[in-house]
């Protein structure tokens, strides 16, 4: 299930981020960013819709996908 970002309220979104940030295996590339950088990117991400936040009600978790790779079934 899709979960609109816009309605969630801005501590929430900033702490389904962080998580996101800070698991263990994520990867941004070769560069390695602060946690500043990678929460603007990710937020910048969110906001044109170019990453969405998707509830698994098999897993009981949120996470942050491409949207074009969900789309796709990725």
Known sequence: MLIPWEK???QTLLNIVD???????????STE???AEKRE?????IRQGKAILVWSE?????DIKNK???LNGK
């Open 8 to 10: 969630l309220e801005e």
């Open 19 to 29: 998580s996101f940030i800070l698991r263990e295996g994520t990867d941004y590339g």
């Open 33 to 35: 960013l602060s946690l």
């Open 41 to 45: 990117n990710l937020f910048k991400n």
């Open 58 to 62: 098999l897993h009981q978790s949120i």
């Open 68 to 70: 074009m790779d969900f």
